[in-house]
């Protein structure tokens, strides 16, 4: 599970009272936001970056903050920060990426997907918006960017250079994406399940908002 303290380097978001989470959603208040900020530590890292087959995974950050909406519910708005190395698709020559994205979610009560299908010849239209989730009991900053950061990863990295054979075939490392662009999402949801933390209610801060662990 990421890090939960603060990053050594001062900046705006490292204001007192920046936590991490989980954040219990019946201890955040509504009546103004909640900051937080995720730094995996180096061991957290290599399991990210092993659960979505990478060669490493050199630096990781999400800041952001929970904003109370109407209908009791949540939106979450953080900025991802990522820099990842993975095998060429077609030499398995290293290739980093930076990776920079605005992540957003919100977190509505009572909210049903209308994607899920109702029987097995139904046809469903997908949703314009495919950020809202139902809300839970927890909203953990730390599982939003482990699906964040899946989702952002090249599916098909390519080096400097690098171009197809004659035949059009590259080289794909084991367990690696086919270079369709489908993520493993397989691997994303026991990953999710991982990084999710489960807070056994913790006590309050001075500030009203759940104890930082």
């Known amino acids: 599970m990421p890090s939960r303290s603060p990053p050594s380097r001062p900046d705006e978001g490292a204001r007192a009272g ?11 208040p509504r009546t103004r936001q909640t900051p937080f900020q995720v730094r995996p530590d180096a061991a957290e890292r290599a399991e990210l970056a092993a659960a979505l087959d990478l060669i490493g995974l050199r630096k990781l950050r999400l800041d952001g903050a929970l904003h109370p909406i109407d209908g009791d519910g949540w939106e979450l708005r953080a900025e991802l920060g990522a820099t990842v190395v993975q095998a060429c698709g077609v030499t398995l020559e290293p290739v980093t990426t930076r990776i920079d994205e605005t992540v957003l979610r919100r977190y509505l009560p009572g909210w049903q997907d209308p994607a899920v299908e109702t029987g097995a ?6 949703p314009e918006d495919t950020d809202t989730e139902a809300l839970g009991p927890v909203i953990d900053p730390a599982a939003v960017m482990a699906e964040a950061l899946a989702l952002a990863v090249p599916a098909f990295p390519r080096a400097p250079g690098a171009s197809l054979g004659p035949e059009g075939g590259a080289a794909v490392p084991p367990g690696a994406s086919n270079g369709t662009g489908q993520r493993p999402f397989a691997v994303l949801a026991g990953l999710r399940d991982r990084m999710a933390g489960k807070p056994d209610d913790p006590p309050p801060d001075k500030d009203g908002g759940p104890k930082q662990g």
Do not use: K, S
Not at 121 to 126: G, L, R, S
């Open 18 to 28: 920046t936590q991490a989470g989980p954040f219990a959603v019946a201890r955040l």
């Open 121 to 126: 010849d139904a046809e469903v239209e997908m």
